[in-house]
């Protein structure tokens, strides 16, 4: 057997030149668990194995260093925060994601980097909403179970869409509830059966924050609460509904930042992960 190191990973070949049935293009879990079962039929040696393992675990492209081996310790690649960034820049990182991942998401993206994303890439797919771009060539199968998004008001959605669209792409199967916040508790009560049944809650409100406590005391699911910016003055840009909700008086609430759809989104595909023993 032969390594060559190239742009797109570790390729692995006989000593004929042929390529072997293992490809270790980037060091996804997948491509790793490839590579040990070839050890152990032992078409790949153990020096072999080692090397590739021990290959750079970034790519180094000027101005950023991708995380290659992000799938292989996250069970998803390096996520793109488009925020900050130039368009050219953008591209340049989805690009070298792709040339070793079969998918790749990109949040908070404009609606220029979306432009610069869309011209570049043919599969790529924006959720205009949610603010996020994705890119797959073979979408994940949905695993058991499935992810609730709710949310109080429809000023909430682009925040509960960043969520939705994270938990889609890394393989869940998403219900969205939406405007269905404390000021009508009747909206809520009749989606009742459907959020009893989810796996994991994903709860967004903006305002006082008050429908996380509420939906934790209905359920005996796990419930990641998000406080958005949403709301009137005394709102203090998502200050006040984040501070209620981490006083929660409901059990099992989890908070994560302001806006954070993204955070819940990826922690609530982590959950429902490890209830189909992933992980």
């Given at each position: 057997?032969?390594?060559?190191?190239?742009?797109?990973?570790?390729?692995?070949?006989?000593?004929?030149?042929?390529?072997?049935?293992?490809?270790?293009?980037?060091?996804?879990?997948?491509?790793?668990?490839?590579?040990?079962?070839?050890?152990?039929?032992?078409?790949?040696?153990?020096?072999?194995?080692?090397?590739?393992?021990?290959?750079?675990?970034?790519?180094?492209?000027?101005?950023?260093?991708?995380?290659?081996?992000?799938?292989?310790?996250?069970?998803?690649?390096?996520?793109?925060?488009?925020?900050?960034?130039?368009?050219?820049?953008?591209?340049?990182?989805?690009?070298?994601?792709?040339?070793?991942?079969?998918?790749?998401?990109?949040?908070?993206?404009?609606?220029?980097?979306?432009?610069?994303?869309?011209?570049?890439?043919?599969?790529?797919?924006?959720?205009?909403?949610?603010?996020?771009?994705?890119?797959?060539?073979?979408?994940?199968?949905?695993?058991?179970?499935?992810?609730?998004?709710?949310?109080?008001?429809?000023?909430?959605?682009?925040?509960?869409?960043?969520?939705?669209?994270?938990?889609?792409?890394?393989?869940?199967?998403?219900?969205?509830?939406?405007?269905?916040?404390?000021?009508?508790?009747?909206?809520?009560?009749?989606?009742?059966?459907?959020?009893?049944?989810?796996?994991v809650l994903v709860v967004v409100?903006?305002?006082?924050?008050?429908?996380?406590s509420v939906v934790a005391g209905?359920?005996?699911?796990?419930?990641?609460?998000?406080?958005?910016?949403?709301?009137?003055?005394?709102?203090?840009?998502?200050?006040?509904?984040?501070?209620?909700?981490?006083?929660?008086?409901?059990?099992?609430?989890?908070?994560?930042?302001?806006?954070?759809?993204?955070?819940?989104?990826?922690?609530?595909?982590?959950?429902n992960a490890l209830c189909n023993?992933?992980?």
């Amino acid at each position: 057997m032969n390594l060559l190191l190239t742009g797109q990973g570790i390729s692995i070949f006989t000593r004929d030149g042929d390529p072997a049935s293992c490809i270790f293009n980037g060091v996804t879990t997948a491509n790793a668990a490839k590579l040990l079962e070839n050890f152990r039929k032992g078409t790949v040696s153990l020096a072999e194995t080692l090397h590739a393992f021990q290959a750079a675990p970034v790519a180094d492209i000027g101005f950023a260093q991708v995380d290659t081996h992000r799938a292989l310790r996250k069970g998803f690649p390096e996520v793109i925060y488009a925020a900050g960034k130039t368009p050219d820049q953008v591209v340049k990182i989805a690009g070298e994601l792709w040339k070793r991942e079969h998918r790749v998401l990109i949040t908070r993206v404009s609606v220029v980097q979306t432009r610069a994303v869309l011209k570049k890439f043919k599969a790529a797919v924006s959720h205009e909403s949610a603010r996020c771009i994705t890119l797959e060539k073979s979408p994940l199968p949905k695993r058991p179970g499935f992810i609730a998004i709710l949310c109080a008001g429809t000023s909430d959605m682009p925040v509960a869409e960043e969520a939705a669209v994270t938990a889609d792409i890394m393989g869940n199967r998403v219900e969205r509830i939406y405007d269905v916040g404390v000021a009508g508790l009747h909206r809520l009560l009749s989606k009742l059966e459907l959020i009893q049944n989810a796996s994991v809650l994903v709860v967004v409100a903006g305002m006082e924050g008050a429908l996380p406590s509420v939906v934790a005391g209905l359920v005996n699911k796990p419930v990641i609460a998000v406080p958005t910016s949403v709301g009137y003055g005394a709102n203090m840009a998502g200050l006040t509904p984040l501070f209620g909700m981490l006083n929660s008086c409901g059990s099992g609430v989890t908070v994560v930042n302001i806006d954070n759809g993204f955070g819940a989104g990826y922690a609530a595909s982590q959950i429902n992960a490890l209830c189909n023993g992933e992980l």
